[in-house]
């Protein structure tokens, strides 16, 4: 009888399990990634300036062309976590990014 029980509460479980949205486990990092691509196909964007603050912000990498990979952008073969992304711009088929 316990079995029977069981069963119908497993279902349940297995079910609800399959009816996550993928977009609601993403890290913002990632979400910021979708979005940046988008731009990127629409605005035919194909280089990336890269800002880091110090005490000020510092050009770190200038008009490269970049890439994603999960929550990272790569530019010139330098990772960026997108988690870390303050602001961006976009100028000339450019990415301005701007990280803490």
Not at 9 to 35: A, H, P, R, Y
Not at 43 to 67: G, L, M, W
């Amino acid at each position: 009888m316990k079995l029977i029980l069981w069963i119908p509460l497993l279902l349940i479980t297995f079910i609800s399990c399959d009816k996550f949205d993928e977009e609601s486990v993403l890290t913002n990092g990632e979400k910021i990634s979708l979005e940046l691509q988008k731009m990127t196909q629409q605005e035919d964007i194909n280089t990336a300036t890269v800002f880091v603050y110090y005490s000020s912000y510092s050009v770190v990498k200038d008009s490269k062309p970049f890439s994603f990979s999960k929550q990272f952008i790569i530019v010139d073969g330098t990772y960026y976590n997108l988690n870390n992304l303050l602001s961006y711009e976009i100028n000339s088929h450019t990415f301005f990014l701007y990280f803490k």
